[in-house]
């Protein structure tokens, strides 16, 4: 669990910035969107193969450009 202690004479926004950092560099966002809604392991799959072309597709084509 992420948790910040407030200091003395601290402003609210600054505590809250620092807490915000703490979460982003914890992955706790990230994995709370993975985890928003169930999907079956063969659609996972399948949306994996997917990102993995299109991230090879943009590769290739950074690749030809240069």
Request: aromatic content about 6%; charged content about 45%.
């Amino acid at each position: 669990m992420t948790t910040i202690i407030v200091k003395e004479g601290e402003h609210f926004e600054k505590a809250m910035r620092r807490f915000k950092k703490k979460v982003e560099a914890a992955g706790i966002l990230k994995e709370v969107r993975r985890r928003e809604y169930y999907c079956k392991p063969s659609i996972q799959k399948k949306e994996k193969k997917i990102a993995a072309q299109k991230r090879r597709r943009r590769s290739a084509l950074r690749q030809q450009r240069v």
